[in-house]
């Protein structure tokens, strides 16, 4: 399998979400839905998972590399959007996806469930938009 040559995730990103990450966020960001749902449930596994992680990062960030299409869509800028300003839809609005990020906007997330939506899919969302031919 070919290595693309930039990569797709940033470690530095990685390390600012994992100042949240006792809530998940930088385990969503690397593509870990079930430990990152995990880690919101239990704060990142009673924080003891939350400091290994710290070591981990790296190696996180080169499996989400490999794993998500670069493209147009910058997956670190979308997260960026999405932890920070996902109830207001920025992060749809950035991916194109006006409708429903005004949908967002003016629902708060869609009560939110959107966002819990968004933190388990954004990642492959990203992925078909900068896997399309009509996006490149």
């Given at each position: 399998?070919?290595?693309?040559?930039?990569p797709?995730?940033?470690?530095?990103?990685?390390?600012?979400?994992?100042?949240?990450?006792?809530?998940?966020?930088?385990?969503f960001?690397?593509?870990?839905?079930?430990?990152?749902?995990?880690?919101?449930?239990?704060?990142?596994?009673?924080?003891?998972?939350?400091?290994v992680?710290?070591?981990?990062?790296?190696?996180?960030?080169?499996?989400?590399?490999?794993?998500?299409?670069?493209?147009?869509v910058?997956?670190?800028?979308?997260?960026?959007?999405?932890?920070?300003?996902?109830?207001?839809?920025?992060?749809?609005?950035?991916?194109g996806?006006?409708?429903?990020g005004?949908i967002?906007?003016?629902t708060?997330?869609?009560?939110?469930?959107?966002?819990?939506?968004?933190?388990?899919?954004?990642?492959?969302?990203?992925?078909?938009?900068?896997g399309?031919?009509h996006?490149?």
């Amino acid at each position: 399998m070919h290595r693309q040559t930039e990569p797709t995730h940033s470690v530095v990103i990685g390390y600012l979400l994992w100042i949240f990450g006792f809530l998940g966020a930088h385990r969503f960001y690397y593509g870990k839905q079930i430990s990152g749902t995990i880690y919101f449930f239990t704060l990142g596994l009673f924080f003891i998972g939350w400091i290994v992680d710290l070591f981990l990062i790296p190696t996180m960030s080169e499996q989400a590399d490999i794993r998500f299409i670069r493209g147009e869509v910058d997956y670190s800028v979308a997260w960026l959007l999405l932890v920070f300003l996902g109830l207001f839809g920025i992060h749809r609005m950035y991916m194109g996806k006006w409708i429903s990020g005004l949908i967002y906007l003016v629902t708060m997330g869609l009560f939110g469930l959107g966002y819990i939506y968004d933190l388990w899919t954004l990642n492959d969302q990203i992925s078909l938009i900068n896997g399309s031919p009509h996006f490149s």
